[in-house]
């Protein structure tokens, strides 16, 4: 069992910059993919960014492209998500997960462990 817990949610103008950690359990942090999705009000769960399992490569929806930075600490098993220029359309609970085996990055459906999320609020 892999335990995830997100952090560093909260509120923010437009404009303005939040970084969401995620720390996951277990010695074998640094062979999981790390994936965060994210769910605004009234909508359906959808992929945010990926990072493989080294930290070098990073894949991110087009929405957060540009804003957005995925990266990874495998020594403090975290994986940490910069998002700058932040929007009200990111508005959202946001997730991370763990994938324990494959590399299929965007796909909800392949991460096994799942944090409980945490509120990221941009106001106009």
């Known amino acids: 069992q892999v335990q995830v817990v997100e952090s560093g949610g909260g509120m923010v103008q437009a404009g303005g910059s939040l970084r969401l950690s995620c720390a996951a359990s277990g010695r074998t942090f640094s062979t999981f993919v790390v994936g965060w999705f994210r769910q605004p009000p009234g909508k359906e769960r959808e992929f945010v960014a990926a990072?493989?399992?080294?930290?070098?490569?990073?894949f991110y929806a087009d929405s957060v492209k540009g804003r957005f930075t995925i990266s990874r600490d495998n020594a403090k098993s975290t994986v940490y998500l910069q998002m700058n220029i932040l929007e009200p359309e990111d508005t959202a609970v946001y997730y991370c997960?763990?994938?324990?085996?494959?590399?299929?990055?965007?796909?909800?459906?392949?991460?096994?462990?799942w944090g409980q999320g945490t509120q990221v609020t941009v106001s106009s």
């Open positions: 990072i493989s399992t080294g930290g070098g490569s990073q």
């Open positions: 997960a763990i994938q324990t085996t494959g590399w299929n990055y965007r796909s909800m459906e392949r991460y096994d462990y």
